[in-house]
């Protein structure tokens, strides 16, 4: 695996990349970093991929230059494109992003199509793009108040709806690594990315320019979470584009990292 750091606007991004062929953009979501693909990292790159993923600006491995401010969808997208500048100047890529990284994904799509060759988008928690979205923009914002007023502990179980002090069920290996970089990410991700990238308007007629490059990925296991997986339908349905199941839930490439790098290198293939 071959690191390196790419200086943006206000940030030093660090990326991984492994692997030979056309690039492969691994876009982390949350309080995820680069590490959140360990577990299938290497199966895409023997897939004929050069596989690239990086820390997100304020994240792990990425310093800001200033203070920590709300962070902003073009912002990041801006961040993956002088990543793709850095690894892939002369050729278009191939995306994959993940949650709050799929948000990005998309929104790179639509802003600089000639850059990408297909974008695989799991689970972009747009809510802005369901039947109602007041409750889900609700909860986000009651999350964001927690945080401030009471701390982590029951912003997290408000967040994922698990009791206080309840123990969350073991971290697959592949990421255990990651572990302690994604607890200090995590107040970064709860204060400044979670209500305004879930709250954001992704540009439609852009996307619906490049819809042939676009799939929306779901997770199998993710019915009923609404927030989840229904932006992805809707974006689907609005665009005319592809949708892929994928097996897991939202953190399926965590979850089933072998069975997911197969679904995934099937979805980019044309």
Same mark, same amino acid.
């Given at each position: 695996?071959n690191?390196?750091?790419?200086?943006?606007?206000?940030?030093? =991004?660090r990326? !991984?990349? *492994?692997g030979? +062929?056309?690039?492969l953009?691994?876009i982390?979501?949350?309080?995820?970093?680069?590490?959140?693909?360990?577990?299938?990292?290497?199966l895409?790159?023997?897939?004929?991929?050069?596989?690239?993923?990086y820390?997100? *600006?304020?994240?792990?491995?990425?310093?800001?230059?200033? %203070?920590?401010?709300?962070?902003?969808v073009?912002?990041w997208? !801006?961040?993956?494109?002088?990543?793709?500048? !850095?690894?892939?100047?002369?050729?278009?890529?191939?995306?994959?992003?993940?949650?709050?990284?799929?948000?990005?994904? =998309?929104?790179?799509?639509?802003?600089r199509?000639?850059?990408?060759?297909?974008?695989?988008?799991?689970?972009?928690p747009?809510? &802005?793009?369901?039947?109602?979205?007041? %409750?889900?923009r609700?909860?986000?914002?009651?999350? *964001?108040?927690l945080?401030?007023?009471?701390? =982590?502990?029951?912003?997290m179980?408000?967040f994922?709806?698990r009791? &206080? +002090?309840?123990q969350?069920?073991?971290?697959?290996?592949s990421?255990? %690594?990651m572990?302690?970089?994604?607890a200090a990410?995590?107040p970064?991700?709860?204060?400044?990315?979670l209500?305004?990238?879930?709250?954001?308007?992704p540009d439609?007629? +852009?996307? *619906?320019?490049s819809?042939d490059? =676009?799939?929306?990925?779901?997770?199998?296991?993710?019915d009923?979470?609404?927030?989840?997986?229904?932006?992805?339908?809707?974006l689907?349905?609005?665009?005319?584009?592809?949708?892929?199941?994928?097996?897991?839930?939202?953190v399926?490439?965590?979850?089933?990292?072998?069975?997911?790098? &197969? !679904?995934?290198?099937?979805?980019?293939?044309?």
């Amino acid at each position: 695996m071959n690191v390196g750091t790419v200086k943006v606007p206000g940030a030093t =991004l660090r990326y !991984e990349a *492994r692997g030979s +062929g056309p690039v492969l953009l691994l876009i982390p979501g949350g309080a995820g970093d680069a590490g959140l693909f360990d577990g299938m990292a290497d199966l895409l790159a023997a897939g004929g991929y050069t596989v690239v993923s990086y820390d997100q *600006r304020g994240l792990s491995r990425s310093p800001l230059d200033g %203070p920590l401010g709300e962070q902003r969808v073009a912002q990041w997208r !801006e961040d993956a494109l002088a990543v793709l500048d !850095e690894v892939s100047p002369d050729e278009p890529v191939y995306v994959f992003g993940s949650s709050s990284g799929a948000i990005v994904a =998309l929104d790179l799509l639509a802003a600089r199509p000639d850059r990408v060759r297909r974008v695989v988008a799991h689970e972009p928690p747009l809510v &802005e793009l369901l039947a109602d979205p007041i %409750p889900y923009r609700s909860h986000f914002a009651e999350v *964001r108040e927690l945080l401030r007023t009471k701390g =982590l502990g029951p912003a997290m179980a408000h967040f994922t709806g698990r009791t &206080e +002090g309840e123990q969350p069920a073991e971290l697959p290996e592949s990421i255990r %690594p990651m572990a302690s970089r994604m607890a200090a990410n995590m107040p970064v991700f709860l204060e400044h990315v979670l209500c305004s990238f879930s709250s954001s308007d992704p540009d439609l007629d +852009g996307l *619906r320019t490049s819809a042939d490059k =676009l799939v929306l990925g779901v997770g199998r296991d993710s019915d009923g979470q609404e927030a989840l997986v229904g932006p992805a339908r809707r974006l689907a349905e609005v665009l005319g584009a592809a949708t892929v199941g994928f097996p897991g839930g939202h953190v399926g490439c965590v979850e089933h990292p072998e069975a997911f790098a &197969e !679904e995934l290198l099937t979805a980019i293939r044309p």
